[in-house]
């Protein structure tokens, strides 16, 4: 018996993607990506939430998207970009105090 050989699936490159898909793309990894916070225990607590409140709203967002798949997608990366700026960064933000040497 003879087995045919696996059949890779067709690759898509981010350069493929309609402009909407890689601006909602984009706009994900703006609103999670967040600096890290200072030390102090209370800044660290404010990241974490921050971080939180974030993800939650990229999941709704996204997760919208898959119960509408109908729905055009092309504001959906100013909605992600809108719900971050309404949740800016409010701590104070970790500094290298020994220049980088373990």
Request: proline fraction near 9%; hydrophobic fraction near 40%.
């Amino acid at each position: 018996m003879t087995r045919n050989p696996a059949v890779q699936a067709p690759t898509i490159t981010v350069g493929a993607l309609p402009g909407a898909v890689s601006d909602l793309l984009t706009a994900v990894v703006e609103a999670l990506t967040v600096p890290l916070p200072s030390i102090d225990e209370g800044d660290e607590r404010a990241y974490h939430r921050l971080l939180e409140r974030r993800t939650s709203d990229v999941r709704i967002i996204l997760a919208s998207i898959l119960d509408y798949p109908d729905v055009p997608i092309d504001n959906d990366a100013a909605a992600v970009r809108a719900r971050t700026a309404a949740t800016p960064v409010a701590y104070a933000l970790y500094e290298d105090t020994d220049g980088g040497q373990p």
